[in-house]
């Protein structure tokens, strides 16, 4: 019977994450068929051209593999993986080929998120699966889920990486888990750069968690750097052997006219965060608050009083783990006041800037909901069985509730967005002509903005289009496109606008065939004599 014992309760254990990753692929799988019915899992513009950029790999007027579409402003993680579906063309007209991704890392986020809360809780279950709901439940993250976006993949590393730290920092001298946290947070950093930083804000912490468990100094110094080799090389990798190898410029990601600095500060006129500290934290505040009910987030500041007393009181070190998960919030303020990124919250109107940004701190709210909860049940009903039990039923019901009414919201705000950024009558309009009337010839064409919407849309194959992501065939293009293009898709100033449409080659050679508020079309006059029978 002793010996029974362990095996039981571990087959119980194993039972108890089968079961919860059932239920989270259940809930996932359930709002995708329902976005896509209603044709919301491929609006946003970053997932368009994530998912182009995946197909255009191999799907390309150059004919070979191109390296360079994996990554530029962006890192190469996700969009590598959704290379490796985006070539089943049924997956890729879908959005599947990038969804899925997005739709299993919200399994491994809810998952591990109720392990890492068992973890910091005393194995707390009713803590565990309350923060799961605070994950799980929130509408803008199950939205998430369903497109090519990045945010449900950054929230699983965090919430992977977080986890592999905390175990670290239980068993210092274990090579296992330092092991898995140097990978893990090296494979962190091929997916957004933005988990760079989170790994040098969680450098201090976990200096002090390991030092805490050993303090003999070479040791110590030994496994720090053993911990931070797999992120930093692969930081050092990608700035020298991809960015500066393929771009000619070590910071393009940060430099390049496609950066978010480029297009949503300078380009969009939104600059009244740089260097304005305040306001830095008021727009990442704002967008926190516009994603996660009020209710919920004092919890979690009332988890995060009890974590830093637990930290600094009982001196349990391998809280410090849980910097990694709380790194949005140094982050963005910092992006923000150094006009790295811009969020502008209007709240009431259609027509706010990257509220998407509130979303990745939920990971970190639901952990700290968890040590609130657990605390909370622990103080309450200490020696009473059943009072423990009826207050946790009560506590989970209130959070199910309070969940429950966000997730009813028709008008969740990363859909409002979405709809209000992408889906324009102009746009549609633009794409369906496009649509109807090509017939033949490579299209040229800006890979940037709206426009890979269209040529996601227009469901014209990649392999057509000339566009900027193939330097050598795009300056020789807009150099002399007669003979090389026989469409040009245009918007107002940009530049096949602003350095081809207004020279006298051009406009000798080309007419224009379709115009509203969106963009311009153009045709080459010998192209448009044959469609018309002349």
Known sequence: MNVLQPRLQRALVKFQY???????????IGYYVFYAAAGKTVLYGDGLTKLNNARRAFDNPVQAISLAQWGSIWLVGDTALISSLAWINPLYRSGLAGSIWSMLAFVVMVVVIYDLTLQVTNRSATAGVAAVLVAALNINVVYFATTPMTEPII???????AWALVRLGKDASSLKWLLIASMTLGAASLVRYEMWTYTFISVVPMGLA???GDRRFWYWLTRMAVLYATP?????????????ALFGDPLYFSNSRYSAHAIDVVGAGKTFAVGN???SVRQYILAVRWNIPTAVLLVAILGAAIAIKRLVIDRQWHLLGLAYLAAPVVFFPMSLYFGQNAIDIKPGTLFSLNIRYGTTITPCVAVLVGIAVATSIHLCARHHVAIRRTLAVTILVGLMVIQGQQLRQPDAAAVLHDTAAQESTAMRDYTAWLKQHYDYGRILAESFGPLNGVQYHAGIDLSNYITESYPDLWTSTMRDPSGRVEWVLVRDGD???????TTPEFQQN????????????????DHESKRNGK
């Open 18 to 28: 089968r079961v919860l990753a059932a239920v989270a692929s259940l809930l996932v």
């Open 277 to 279: 500290i305040h306001e």
């Open 210 to 212: 390991l030092w805490a």
């Open 232 to 244: 930093l090389f692969v930081m050092a990798f990608w700035i020298v052997g991809w960015e500066w």
């Open 495 to 501: 530049t096949i606008d602003t350095q081809l449409v």
């Open 510 to 525: 080309f007419r224009e065939v379709f115009s509203n508020h969106f963009g311009r079309i153009y045709l080459t006059i």
């Open 155 to 161: 929230m699983a590393v965090e919430v992977v990486g």
